[in-house]
């Protein structure tokens, strides 16, 4: 089955930039999503499609997406983006929607 | 505005059924694949089920194909997850969750409900 790999955890200071990857054999075939959970609540679509913006997403949050890792980048970072992230495919061999392990972004 | 209401958790014994109904408002449900994720306690997100905009098409994770079924009644507005043979791995938060389009290959889930917990143990 398809496996998307995610750093544990990532730490960055506030205004700074956050890279948080998903790591997947050729991942740059297929198309990434990115959800954002912060504690007790339902997961926010941040980025579907590799890099489109949901609306009333702010700009801050961009992804890209190419050979074995797909990349969801946050600049300027805040306090309120405090939260775990997950990255979700369609495996289209399986027919599976797969989520990576997910990242827990601590603002220092 | 979109709205998705989940019921129907609540505590089971191991090997019993339950099902689960998510209530959708806000949006022509009848247009838009929907499906189900869950998440155990202190664990990531796993993905459930997804369902077709009509029905017809279903897919299930390996670890619950064979127990579980999605279905939907779009004269209802409502999706369902019907489990059998429960098994005390299958503890956690159910979501589910409206997918952006009508395509159930592919696209991420812009919309989601609240959760509803479902505990299995003796």
């Known amino acids: 089955s398809y496996v998307l790999t995610q750093p544990p955890s990532v730490s960055v200071a506030p205004g700074k930039t956050a890279r948080i990857t998903c790591g997947g054999n050729?991942?740059?075939?297929?198309?990434v999503h990115w959800y954002q959970q912060k504690p007790g609540q339902a997961p926010v679509l941040i980025i579907s499609y590799d890099y489109d913006r949901p609306s009333g997403i702010p700009e801050r949050f961009s992804g890209s997406n190419s050979g074995n890792t797909a990349t969801l980048t946050i600049t300027r970072v805040e306090a309120g983006d405090e939260a775990d992230y997950y990255c979700?495919?369609?495996?289209?061999?399986?027919?599976?929607?797969?989520f990576g392990t997910g990242t827990k972004v601590t603002v220092l | 505005q979109v709205q998705l209401v989940e019921s129907g958790g609540g505590v089971v014994q191991p090997g019993r059924s339950l099902r689960l109904s998510c209530a959708a408002s806000?949006?022509?449900?009848?247009?838009?694949?929907m499906q189900w994720v869950r998440q155990a306690p202190g664990k990531g997100l796993e993905w459930v089920a997804v369902i077709s905009y009509d029905g017809s098409s279903k897919y299930y994770a390996d670890s619950v194909k064979g127990r579980f079924t999605i279905s939907r009644d779009n004269s209802k507005n409502t999706v369902y997850l019907h489990m059998n043979s429960l098994k005390t791995e299958d503890t956690s938060v159910y979501f589910c969750?409206?997918?952006?389009?009508?395509?159930?290959?592919?696209?991420?889930?812009?919309?989601w409900g609240q959760g509803t917990l479902v505990t299995v143990s003796s």
């Open positions: 969750a409206k997918s952006t389009s009508a395509s159930w290959k592919g696209p991420g889930a812009d919309s």
């Open positions: 806000g949006f022509i449900f009848s247009d838009y694949a």
């Open positions: 979700q495919v369609w495996d289209s061999s399986s027919e599976h929607y797969v």
């Open positions: 050729n991942i740059g075939d297929k198309s």
